[in-house]
């Protein structure tokens, strides 16, 4: 399979919640990188988020109502799905992801050595504020704790999946939590699994939108109960 | 002679009815094994209590209170506790439902599998 076979089945999964600022370069690098197959989830924004995803990317799909980042991953998995797609990438709306990590994380699916690979920033954190790098941390641990998967960067909004995982991972939550119940999906379903490392781009501008630890606390507490009761 | 008094009876059903509902829940997969134990154990301590009350002394000189039982106040506790996972429960699944009526409504132009 060539370089091109590659970029035409693979569809890019963009969940984007106003992000009318940032989402056009996103989606300009996407495109000067030769990414076709774009799926952006407009998660109910209240912004120019879908106006500007629309002149840009060949799918956008509005939620009514926002559900957070768990509810928007979760469609466009779906939305990409059937759409045809064979492989699976999603990236974040923020401006945070190089276009090239995108390579690395498709490879392993590629080469069928993983069904599902996680773009880790902690590999290599150069140029993540310590605090970042702290938080992310104890969220490793809490993943490792409640599913019994280890990674490096539980947290990371670039992930890649072949169809075979996004058709076995059923996303239930609706906020942060989605990134933690991902890895317990692959746990379960006994996916193989691969890190590759990824550069981070932090700005202020992406650092405002990932979680305070006031909502880390609440997305810990979510886990626990799901953990409990679900 | 040991008598079974009305609260117990009273209680007894409650919990029973309340551990058949986890227990259900369980049966048609929407409470994990370790959700079922977790609430088995709950109530399972709510009886002891309620059967061999002298636990609570026990438990009350432990950390210096004086006063044993307080019957209404446990009962309270127990119910307002049951209704907490009820409404944790019904919250969960309202909020999943929205999810799936909002994500069927912005894919119905695409293509279906």
């Known amino acids: 399979m060539g370089r091109w076979n590659l970029i035409m089945n693979t569809w890019i999964v963009i969940p984007a919640y106003n992000e009318g600022n940032t989402i056009l370069n996103v989606l300009k690098s996407l495109e000067i990188a030769g990414y076709k197959n774009i799926i952006v989830v407009d998660d109910g924004s209240r912004d120019h988020t879908f106006e500007v995803a629309k002149k840009h990317a060949k799918v956008v799909v509005k939620h009514k109502l926002n559900r957070g980042l768990g509810g928007a991953l979760g469609t466009g998995i779906q939305g990409a799905l059937r759409m045809g797609a064979e492989y699976i990438i999603t990236f974040d709306a923020d401006g945070q992801h190089d276009t090239k990590d995108i390579q690395k994380v498709l490879s392993p699916l590629k080469r069928r050595e993983a069904d599902a690979v996680i773009g880790s920033r902690m590999i290599d954190p150069t140029g993540m504020p310590l605090k970042r790098r702290i938080s992310n941390r104890i969220a490793n641990y809490v993943t490792y704790f409640l599913f019994g998967v280890w990674t490096t960067d539980s947290q990371s909004g670039l992930r890649g999946f072949n169809r075979k995982a996004a058709e076995h991972i059923r996303i239930r939550t609706n906020r942060m939590e989605v990134s933690s119940e991902i890895i317990r999906e692959i746990g379960y379903h006994d996916l193989r699994f691969k890190e590759v490392p990824i550069k981070a781009i932090y700005t202020d501008y992406s650092l405002s939108k990932g979680q305070s630890f006031i909502v880390g606390i609440k997305t810990f507490a979510k886990l626990l109960m799901h953990r409990l009761i679900k | ?113």
């Open chain 2, 1 to 113: 002679m040991y008598s079974i008094s009305l609260i117990q009876i009273v209680g007894a059903a409650f919990l029973m009815f309340a551990w058949s509902r986890v227990f259900l829940r369980y049966r048609d997969d929407s409470v994990s094994l370790i959700g079922l134990i977790f609430w088995s154990l709950i109530w399972i301590g709510f009886l002891i209590v309620l059967f061999i009350p002298e636990t609570t002394e026990f438990i009350a000189a432990q950390f210096g209170v004086g006063r044993g039982v307080d019957v209404f106040l446990y009962a309270g506790i127990v119910i307002l506790f049951y209704l907490i996972y009820r409404i944790y429960v019904k919250l969960e699944s309202l909020e999943r439902e929205i999810t799936q009526v909002v994500r069927e409504e912005s894919l119905r132009d695409l293509p279906k599998k």
